[in-house]
Nanobody, 114 residues
């Protein structure tokens, strides 16, 4: 059974930082492209960042220079370090694993507000 379990969401002030983590089980983690997506209220889910099995990363223009994605194949985890957070970053953040199949985590809420 495949499981992607996110942690680390919460409330943070504008300009603050937050780290999200996703622990995977039931997949050959090192082979998968891992990603973080987000969905704000009333908006479509969008890609935030992704990282290949070889460690190449890709970011949405809106988060470049502020967010960093990384992975630890031994621990089967992928993290998203978010700095200089803005209210527009408020969303539910989802972990994603993609190879021949696509798997999603349950999501974790990030709220950026005073």
């Amino acid at each position: 059974q495949v499981q992607l379990v996110e942690s680390g969401g919460g409330l943070v002030q504008p300009g603050g930082s937050l780290g999200l983590s996703c622990a995977a089980s039931g997949i050959s983690f090192h082979r998968y492209v891992m990603g973080w997506y987000r969905q704000a209220p009333g908006k479509q889910r969008e890609l935030v960042a992704s990282i290949t099995s070889g460690g190449s990363s890709n970011y949405a223009d809106s988060v470049k220079g502020r967010f960093t994605i990384s992975r630890d194949n031994a621990k089967k985890t992928v993290t998203l370090q978010m700095n200089s957070l803005k209210p527009d970053d408020t969303a539910v953040y989802y972990c994603n694993a993609r190879l021949w199949s696509v798997y999603w985590g349950q999501g974790t809420l990030v709220t950026v507000s005073e």
